[in-house]
Protein backbone atom coordinates (compact mmCIF):
# COMPACT_ATOMS: atom_id res chain seq x y z
CA UNK A 1 0.00 0.00 0.00
CA UNK A 2 0.94 3.27 -0.63
CA UNK A 3 -0.07 6.24 1.56
CA UNK A 4 1.36 9.59 0.95
CA UNK A 5 -0.23 11.14 4.52
CA UNK A 6 1.60 14.06 5.49
CA UNK A 7 -1.35 15.91 7.74
CA UNK A 8 0.15 13.70 10.43
CA UNK A 9 3.28 15.80 11.02
CA UNK A 10 2.34 18.87 8.86
CA UNK A 11 4.41 17.71 6.57
CA UNK A 12 3.88 18.31 2.48
CA UNK A 13 7.06 16.59 1.96
CA UNK A 14 6.07 13.50 2.93
CA UNK A 15 4.54 13.20 0.03
CA UNK A 16 7.43 12.71 -2.49
CA UNK A 17 8.86 10.76 0.26
CA UNK A 18 6.31 8.09 0.27
CA UNK A 19 6.16 7.92 -3.63
CA UNK A 20 9.84 7.58 -3.70
CA UNK A 21 9.69 4.47 -1.59
CA UNK A 22 6.90 2.89 -3.57
CA UNK A 23 9.24 3.46 -6.40
CA UNK A 24 12.66 2.04 -4.83
CA UNK A 25 11.21 -0.96 -3.33
CA UNK A 26 11.69 -3.93 -5.73
CA UNK A 27 9.06 -5.29 -7.92
CA UNK A 28 7.39 -8.47 -6.83
CA UNK A 29 4.75 -10.33 -8.60
CA UNK A 30 3.29 -11.50 -5.71
CA UNK A 31 2.27 -8.00 -4.49
CA UNK A 32 -0.71 -6.08 -5.65
CA UNK A 33 0.15 -2.02 -5.10
CA UNK A 34 -3.22 0.09 -3.62
CA UNK A 35 -2.82 3.79 -3.19
CA UNK A 36 -4.56 5.16 -0.36
CA UNK A 37 -6.18 8.76 -1.85
CA UNK A 38 -4.86 11.75 0.12
CA UNK A 39 -6.31 15.03 0.15
CA UNK A 40 -3.10 17.99 -1.07
CA UNK A 41 -3.46 21.20 -2.94
CA UNK A 42 -0.83 23.55 -2.71
CA UNK A 43 -2.29 26.44 -1.15
CA UNK A 44 -4.24 23.94 1.60
CA UNK A 45 -3.43 25.52 5.40
CA UNK A 46 -4.39 23.00 7.91
CA UNK A 47 -5.93 24.05 11.12
CA UNK A 48 -5.68 22.31 14.79
CA UNK A 49 -9.37 20.96 15.31
CA UNK A 50 -10.69 20.37 18.66
CA UNK A 51 -10.95 16.79 19.98
CA UNK A 52 -11.93 14.83 22.83
CA UNK A 53 -8.57 15.51 24.89
CA UNK A 54 -7.65 18.07 22.96
CA UNK A 55 -6.74 19.65 19.59
CA UNK A 56 -5.05 17.68 16.59
CA UNK A 57 -3.78 19.28 13.30
CA UNK A 58 -6.06 18.05 10.35
CA UNK A 59 -8.18 15.92 12.51
CA UNK A 60 -10.94 15.39 10.64
CA UNK A 61 -8.57 14.43 7.01
CA UNK A 62 -6.96 12.14 8.81
CA UNK A 63 -10.32 10.35 9.95
CA UNK A 64 -11.05 10.35 6.54
CA UNK A 65 -8.05 8.29 4.81
CA UNK A 66 -7.65 6.33 8.22
CA UNK A 67 -11.47 5.19 7.15
CA UNK A 68 -10.15 4.93 3.25
CA UNK A 69 -7.29 2.72 3.87
CA UNK A 70 -9.47 0.57 6.35
CA UNK A 71 -12.14 0.24 3.83
CA UNK A 72 -9.43 -0.95 0.58
CA UNK A 73 -7.91 -2.83 3.36
CA UNK A 74 -10.88 -4.77 4.20
CA UNK A 75 -12.32 -5.16 0.19
CA UNK A 76 -8.69 -6.96 -0.36
CA UNK A 77 -8.78 -8.61 3.22
CA UNK A 78 -4.76 -9.71 2.43
CA UNK A 79 -2.53 -11.67 4.43
CA UNK A 80 -0.15 -9.19 4.85
CA UNK A 81 0.63 -5.70 3.97
CA UNK A 82 3.70 -3.66 3.29
CA UNK A 83 3.06 0.14 3.51
CA UNK A 84 5.08 2.97 2.23
CA UNK A 85 4.26 6.39 3.89
CA UNK A 86 4.22 9.12 4.85
CA UNK A 87 3.46 10.03 8.35
CA UNK A 88 3.82 7.14 11.23
CA UNK A 89 -0.20 7.56 11.31
CA UNK A 90 -0.54 5.54 8.19
CA UNK A 91 0.38 2.68 9.78
CA UNK A 92 -2.99 2.28 11.56
CA UNK A 93 -5.26 0.93 9.76
CA UNK A 94 -3.08 -2.11 8.46
CA UNK A 95 -1.51 -2.87 12.04
CA UNK A 96 -4.86 -2.87 13.39
CA UNK A 97 -6.49 -5.18 10.78
CA UNK A 98 -3.70 -7.70 11.23
CA UNK A 99 -3.79 -7.51 14.89
CA UNK A 100 -7.78 -8.82 14.25
CA UNK A 101 -6.83 -11.03 11.80
CA UNK A 102 -4.33 -13.07 14.11
CA UNK A 103 -6.04 -13.18 16.70
CA UNK A 104 -3.93 -10.56 19.00
CA UNK A 105 -1.07 -13.20 18.07
CA UNK A 106 0.73 -10.15 16.72
CA UNK A 107 3.80 -8.57 17.98
CA UNK A 108 4.63 -5.21 17.00
CA UNK A 109 8.30 -4.43 16.34
CA UNK A 110 8.76 -0.31 16.74
CA UNK A 111 11.61 0.50 15.32
CA UNK A 112 11.77 4.20 16.07
CA UNK A 113 14.17 6.94 17.95
CA UNK A 114 10.78 7.87 19.27
CA UNK A 115 7.69 5.66 20.73
CA UNK A 116 5.03 7.69 19.61
CA UNK A 117 3.30 7.22 22.75
CA UNK A 118 1.87 11.13 22.95
CA UNK A 119 -1.79 11.98 23.50
CA UNK A 120 -3.28 15.54 22.36
CA UNK A 121 -2.58 17.34 25.33
CA UNK A 122 0.88 16.36 24.83
CA UNK A 123 1.34 17.26 21.21
CA UNK A 124 -1.52 18.15 17.86
CA UNK A 125 0.36 15.66 15.78
CA UNK A 126 -0.92 12.79 15.29
CA UNK A 127 1.90 10.90 13.81
CA UNK A 128 2.82 10.94 17.87
CA UNK A 129 0.12 9.41 18.87
CA UNK A 130 0.11 6.24 16.63
CA UNK A 131 1.35 3.36 19.01
CA UNK A 132 -0.90 4.99 21.73
CA UNK A 133 -4.06 4.55 19.56
CA UNK A 134 -2.68 0.81 18.42
CA UNK A 135 -3.12 0.16 22.53
CA UNK A 136 -6.05 1.52 22.96
CA UNK A 137 -4.39 5.07 24.48
CA UNK A 138 -3.65 7.64 22.52
CA UNK A 139 -6.33 10.49 20.78
CA UNK A 140 -9.50 8.48 21.44
CA UNK A 141 -11.01 9.44 18.17
CA UNK A 142 -8.49 7.52 16.57
CA UNK A 143 -7.83 4.52 19.22
CA UNK A 144 -11.74 3.12 19.33
CA UNK A 145 -11.38 2.82 15.82
CA UNK A 146 -8.77 -0.68 16.76
CA UNK A 147 -11.14 -3.18 17.24
CA UNK A 148 -8.12 -5.10 18.86
CA UNK A 149 -5.90 -2.94 20.67
CA UNK A 150 -2.56 -4.77 20.69
CA UNK A 151 -1.73 -6.58 24.13
CA UNK A 152 1.13 -4.71 25.31
CA UNK A 153 3.63 -7.21 25.73
CA UNK A 154 3.14 -8.04 22.58
CA UNK A 155 4.93 -4.75 22.10
CA UNK A 156 8.99 -4.15 21.48
CA UNK A 157 10.92 -0.79 21.48
CA UNK A 158 14.10 -0.88 19.39
CA UNK A 159 16.22 2.24 18.75
CA UNK A 160 15.01 4.51 21.91
CA UNK A 161 17.34 7.59 22.13
CA UNK A 162 15.50 9.03 24.77
CA UNK A 163 11.90 9.02 26.12
CA UNK A 164 9.99 12.01 27.78
CA UNK A 165 8.17 12.12 31.30
CA UNK A 166 4.91 11.34 29.74
CA UNK A 167 6.05 8.59 27.80
CA UNK A 168 8.41 6.81 30.23
CA UNK A 169 5.33 6.85 32.18
CA UNK A 170 2.77 4.54 29.92
CA UNK A 171 6.15 2.51 28.48
CA UNK A 172 6.30 1.81 32.49
CA UNK A 173 2.54 1.56 33.30
CA UNK A 174 1.65 -1.00 30.82
CA UNK A 175 5.05 -2.62 30.78
CA UNK A 176 6.14 -2.67 27.60
CA UNK A 177 9.45 -3.71 26.52
CA UNK A 178 12.36 -1.37 25.16
CA UNK A 179 15.76 -1.43 24.01
CA UNK A 180 18.01 1.21 22.82
CA UNK A 181 20.31 1.39 19.98
CA UNK A 182 23.26 1.18 21.98
CA UNK A 183 21.79 -1.99 23.82
CA UNK A 184 21.38 -3.60 20.38
CA UNK A 185 25.12 -2.13 19.01
CA UNK A 186 26.29 -5.71 19.44
CA UNK A 187 23.70 -7.95 18.78
CA UNK A 188 19.57 -7.98 18.93
CA UNK A 189 19.62 -11.05 22.13
CA UNK A 190 16.82 -8.42 23.72
CA UNK A 191 14.37 -8.45 20.90
CA UNK A 192 14.80 -12.04 19.84
CA UNK A 193 14.35 -12.94 23.57
CA UNK A 194 11.26 -10.94 23.47
CA UNK A 195 9.74 -12.93 20.40
CA UNK A 196 10.61 -16.43 22.17
CA UNK A 197 9.60 -15.56 25.78
CA UNK A 198 6.30 -14.38 24.50
CA UNK A 199 5.94 -16.88 21.79
CA UNK A 200 5.04 -14.45 19.18
CA UNK A 201 3.63 -16.76 16.08
CA UNK A 202 3.57 -13.33 13.74
CA UNK A 203 5.43 -9.67 13.63
CA UNK A 204 4.48 -6.71 12.35
CA UNK A 205 7.40 -4.00 11.87
CA UNK A 206 7.12 -0.59 12.17
CA UNK A 207 10.22 1.39 10.80
CA UNK A 208 10.38 5.08 11.31
CA UNK A 209 13.60 5.90 9.27
CA UNK A 210 14.39 8.83 11.65
CA UNK A 211 16.11 5.64 13.97
CA UNK A 212 18.53 5.74 11.59
CA UNK A 213 21.69 7.73 12.17
CA UNK A 214 21.19 11.45 10.54
CA UNK A 215 25.39 11.09 9.37
CA UNK A 216 25.39 8.36 7.27
CA UNK A 217 21.24 8.85 6.25
CA UNK A 218 20.51 12.11 5.40
CA UNK A 219 16.73 11.58 4.18
CA UNK A 220 15.33 12.11 7.49
CA UNK A 221 13.64 15.64 8.85
CA UNK A 222 16.91 15.85 11.14
CA UNK A 223 19.14 16.44 8.18
CA UNK A 224 17.12 19.41 6.16
CA UNK A 225 19.71 21.47 4.54
CA UNK A 226 20.81 24.60 5.46
CA UNK A 227 18.00 24.35 8.20
CA UNK A 228 18.64 25.34 12.07
CA UNK A 229 20.14 23.25 14.36
CA UNK A 230 17.52 21.18 15.82
CA UNK A 231 17.20 19.85 19.26
CA UNK A 232 15.21 16.46 19.66
CA UNK A 233 16.23 13.42 19.86
CA UNK A 234 18.12 11.77 16.92
CA UNK A 235 18.44 8.36 15.26
CA UNK A 236 21.97 6.44 15.76
CA UNK A 237 21.22 3.07 14.40
CA UNK A 238 23.29 1.94 11.25
CA UNK A 239 21.85 0.70 8.25
CA UNK A 240 23.94 -2.41 8.34
CA UNK A 241 22.45 -2.98 12.22
CA UNK A 242 18.61 -2.15 10.94
CA UNK A 243 18.83 -4.88 8.42
CA UNK A 244 20.72 -7.31 10.50
CA UNK A 245 17.71 -6.89 12.72
CA UNK A 246 14.99 -7.48 10.51
CA UNK A 247 16.27 -10.41 8.82
CA UNK A 248 16.95 -12.00 12.12
CA UNK A 249 13.52 -11.39 13.19
CA UNK A 250 11.77 -12.50 9.83
CA UNK A 251 14.14 -16.00 10.83
CA UNK A 252 12.48 -16.68 14.02
CA UNK A 253 8.54 -15.42 13.27
CA UNK A 254 6.58 -15.03 10.28
CA UNK A 255 6.85 -11.22 9.61
CA UNK A 256 3.18 -10.11 8.17
CA UNK A 257 3.23 -6.75 8.01
CA UNK A 258 5.94 -3.64 7.45
CA UNK A 259 5.70 0.29 7.56
CA UNK A 260 8.04 2.36 6.20
CA UNK A 261 8.02 5.96 7.43
CA UNK A 262 8.75 9.41 7.61
CA UNK A 263 10.81 9.61 4.38
CA UNK A 264 12.24 13.09 3.35
CA UNK A 265 14.52 12.79 0.55
CA UNK A 266 15.79 16.46 0.68
CA UNK A 267 18.25 16.53 -2.40
CA UNK A 268 14.99 14.86 -4.65
CA UNK A 269 11.96 17.42 -2.77
CA UNK A 270 14.71 20.57 -3.68
CA UNK A 271 15.04 19.11 -7.19
CA UNK A 272 11.85 18.92 -7.60
CA UNK A 273 10.67 22.19 -6.70
CA UNK A 274 13.23 23.84 -9.05
CA UNK A 275 12.21 21.87 -12.15
CA UNK A 276 8.69 22.78 -11.29
CA UNK A 277 10.02 26.64 -11.79
CA UNK A 278 11.30 26.36 -14.73
CA UNK A 279 9.48 28.04 -17.76
CA UNK A 280 10.59 25.48 -20.06
CA UNK A 281 9.36 22.75 -18.53
CA UNK A 282 6.30 24.61 -17.61
CA UNK A 283 4.96 25.51 -21.01
Not at 124 to 132: E, K, R
Not at 144 to 169: C, D, I, R, Y
Not at 223 to 228: Q, V
Amino acid sequence: MLMPQWQGGNKPSYILGAELLAWLAPENNNHKTVKVPVSYSEDMTLHTEEGILGGIVGKNQLLNQLDAATHLIEAYKPDRIVMFGGDCLVEQAPFAYLNERYNSEVGLLWIDAHPDVATPEVTPNGHAHILGNLLGEGAPEFSQKVKKPFLPKNVMLAGLVQTTEHESELISRLSISSATSAELKDNNKPILDWISENQIKYVVIHLDLDVLDPKIFRSLSFAKPLSDKIHTRMGTMQLTELITLIQEVSLLTTVVGLGITEHLPWDAINLKNLLKDMPILKN
